[in-house]
C-alpha cells in the first residue's frame, strides 16, 4: 500500500459507486411500459444529467438557497417532461420517476469491494445526493457503508471546500488519514487541493456503451488507481 | 402494531442500546491491571458518568463553544483523575481510557433486535456523542446502523429541538413517521413535544446491580413500551 495513514475512504457515488444512467433508463422503461409512452429514455437520462451540475451550482454560487438534490432533480424533471412532450403524469408518477436516483444498482464490483474495504477502514459516501437518498439507495443496494456523509451535513456541495473537510472533521481525522475515492478527475482535484488522498476508480460505463471512455489519467497526482473496488481493495491490502 | 406511519427509528445509545457502566468499569480495570492500580472503578464510572450532563449543559447554555463528547468525556477525565488520585498516567494511556466510550457493549438483545427492526424500518443512533465515537462503536459492535445520526450534526446536545428535527429533516420524513427509542423518560418527553413518536425501553441495570431500578412509567404518553429490543420489533411488527 503506497498510502499508510489512511483510515476513512470517502467515495463518491453517482458513476463511482453505481450506475446511474443504467438505472435512470431502466426506471424510464417501466413507466412507459406501463403508460405506454414511446420515448428516448437514454437521451432522457443524459439530459436529466446534463442539468445536475448547473443546477447545484445555482446553489454553490448563492443564486439559489440550500436545496437538496432530491429537489433539484425534480426541478430539473419538471423542465423535462415539458421538453419531451411528456405531460399528465401524476404526482406520484413524478414523485417514483424523480427517486430513480434512489434505486440506482451497484456496479458489480461495488458491494464485494466495500465488504472488502469496510474490513480494514471506515468507509462512507461523500456525494452530493442527499442524506435520505443515499440510505435508500444503501438499503435497498446493500451498500455496506459505516456511515452516511453527505453534502448535505455541511450544506455545501462538491468541489466546496466545506463537503470535504465537513466530513474529515466528523470522522475526526485529519485530511491525510482520509483518501476520497471516484471516477471523476475534478473531485479528486478539489479532495487533493484540501489536503486529502485520492484514488482514481476507471469507469468507462459510465455514460453507457456509446458515451466517452475516459483513459486512466495517467499524469495526474492521484495516490492510487484502479479498475474497480475490488482492484482497489488489492491495492489498499484490504 | 399501534403506530402506523412509522417508517425511522432513532435509539438512544448510552443505556439503551450499550451499557455504559460496564464498559468503563471493564476499561478501568484494564489500566488497573496493566499499571498495578487499585480503584473503585464502579465509583469512577459513576463519577464519569455523573459530570454527563452538566458538561453538555454548558454548551447548551452557550457557556461553552460547541464541543464534540469526546473532548467533554476528556475534560471531565482529567478532573477525575485528579481527584481519584491516578497521575502519571501518560497522553496515550488518557486518550485510550477515555475512548472507552467508542468500545461499549451492547445489551444483548441489542443486536439481534436491531437486525430484526431494520428489515422493516431505517434505524439510525441519535445520540449525544459525536459521530466518529458512534462509527467506531457500531463497527466494533456489529451494531447494523442505517446511518449514523448525532447531536453533532445540528451542534445541540439532546434535549435541544434541533437534536430532533435535524434527524428528521436529514431522514426527509414528518416528526410524526418518526419514532425515538429510548430507556429516558426525559429524552422521549422532549422528542415528543416536538411531534416524534415514542418507544420507551425498560434497561433496569443501566446503573448497575445496586443502582436504582427504574419500573416502566405506566401514566407516561409514550406510544410502545417494550422489555428490550426484540421485544419492541415484536410490538413493531419487525
Known amino acids: 500500500m503506497q498510502t499508510p495513514g489512511v483510515r476513512a ?4 457515488v453517482f458513476g463511482t459507486v453505481v450506475d446511474w444512467r443504467g438505472g435512470v433508463i431502466r426506471a424510464g422503461e417501466d413507466l412507459g411500459r406501463a403508460k405506454d409512452l414511446h420515448l428516448d429514455w437514454p437521451s432522457f437520462a443524459d439530459e436529466w444529467r446534463g442539468r445536475y451540475k448547473p443546477s447545484m451550482d445555482r446553489v454553490r454560487s448563492g443564486d439559489l438557497p440550500w436545496t437538496k438534490l432530491d429537489d433539484l432533480h425534480r426541478a430539473s424533471l419538471e423542465d423535462l417532461l ?3 412532450g411528456l405531460t399528465g403524469l401524476t404526482e406520484e408518477e413524478k414523485d417514483h420517476l ?9 456496479w458489480p ?16 459516501p461523500l456525494s452530493n445526493g442527499n442524506v435520505s437518498l443515499l440510505t435508500a439507495m444503501a438499503k435497498r443496494a446493500g451498500l455496506p457503508w459505516d ?18 473537510l465537513t466530513s474529515v472533521d466528523l470522522l475526526d481525522l485529519h485530511p491525510e488519514q482520509v483518501m476520497m475515492v471516484a471516477a471523476h478527475p475534478d473531485d479528486l482535484h478539489a479532495a487533493s487541493s484540501f489536503g486529502l488522498r485520492t484514488a482514481y476508480v476507471h469507469r468507462p460505463q459510465e455514460f453507457g456503451p456509446a458515451g466517452e471512455d475516459p483513459q486512466p489519467p495517467s499524469d495526474l497526482p492521484f495516490d492510487v488507481a484502479a479498475g474497480d473496488l475490488v482492484e482497489l481493495a488489492e491495492e489498499l491490502g484490504a
Open 9 to 12: 475512504l470517502l467515495f463518491d
Open 98 to 106: 424523480n427517486k430513480a436516483w434512489h434505486r440506482l444498482e451497484p
Open 147 to 164: 456511515l452516511i456523509l453527505s453534502a448535505e451535513l455541511p450544506r455545501h456541495y462538491k468541489p466546496d471546500r466545506e463537503a470535504y
Open 109 to 124: 464490483d461495488s458491494v464485494p469491494g466495500l465488504l472488502r474495504l469496510r474490513e480494514r477502514y471506515t468507509i462512507a
Open 82 to 84: 415539458s421538453e419531451f
